[in-house]
């Protein structure tokens, strides 16, 4: 009798750890499939926006046949970063939209809500997503942890309707949540303490000076040190010659 429970509690845990093994494929393929599908549709729309299939100049006339909330692209040379950027009424559609509006949770990089759309803010806001273990959409961003990767990439490029302009990139950092990332600032001392504080978190150090005029660009993605973990990436833009 007691042989026979023994045998029944081994076939009972086998068959428990069999069906979650089983369970753990599945997700797997299915985000396999999911983060597969959102990268071969951008970059379908890279090899419609540009001639030759690099982001060196954008064809936003025919981006606007695939989304007309488009407002940028975005790119950081010798990463993954290489994305459209679009502009929603919220914060939240694009979090689980494809930039032709399929549903997926890779979502799109998009620019905040109450941003204008053409970079005129004081402060530009954009975001993106960073799911565990890709390397897809902003998960790069994580990778300014080190002074290395800063000097390997410390620009990035931006490309517009009106002009392209370079992101200047000057600190970066790991953050809360709740952290609050302003778009214009009440005054001169409120917009230097956003910028000396980011500079002072900063993984690494930047040899980049910030006259009063700039316009500054915020990049926010997810991190997995901390429970609702942010890292942000600071940076100003100035017109690409």
């Known amino acids: 009798m007691k042989e026979s429970k023994v045998r029944a509690l081994f076939w ?8 979650i093994i089983v369970i753990s494929v ?3 393929c299915q985000d396999y499939r999911t983060f597969h599908e959102a ?19 954008i064809d936003f006339s025919m981006l606007d046949n695939v989304n007309e909330n488009i407002v940028a692209w975005i790119a950081s040379a010798g990463t993954p970063i290489d994305y459209p950027v679009v502009q929603e009424e919220d914060n939240v559609y694009y979090l689980q939209h494809l930039i032709d509006d399929t549903p997926n949770p890779a979502g799109s990089i998009f620019m905040d809500a109450q941003n204008a ?3 005129t803010d004081a402060n530009t806001l954009i975001y993106g997503h960073h799911i565990e273990n890709e390397t897809s959409m902003f998960a790069e961003l994580t990778q300014y942890k080190t002074q290395n990767y800063y000097n390997a990439h410390p620009t990035m490029q931006l490309y517009t309707l009106q002009k392209n302009m370079t992101i200047e990139i000057f600190a970066a950092h790991l953050a809360p949540a709740d952290t609050i990332l302003p778009i214009r600032f009440a005054n001169a001392a409120e917009r230097q303490q956003y910028i000396d504080d980011a500079i002072a978190k900063s993984a690494f150090q930047a040899d980049c000076n910030i006259a009063p005029q700039d316009k500054l660009i915020t990049l926010a993605t997810c991190a997995y040190d901390f ?15």
């Open 227 to 241: 429970k609702n973990a942010r890292y942000i990436v600071y940076g100003k833009l100035t017109t690409a010659s």
């Open 117 to 119: 759309g053409d970079f």
């Open 26 to 28: 599945v997700r797997f």
């Open 12 to 19: 009972s845990a086998y068959l428990i750890l069999l069906i």
């Open 39 to 57: 990268q071969s549709i951008y970059k379908t729309v890279t090899r419609i926006a540009t001639q030759d299939g690099t982001t060196t100049a």
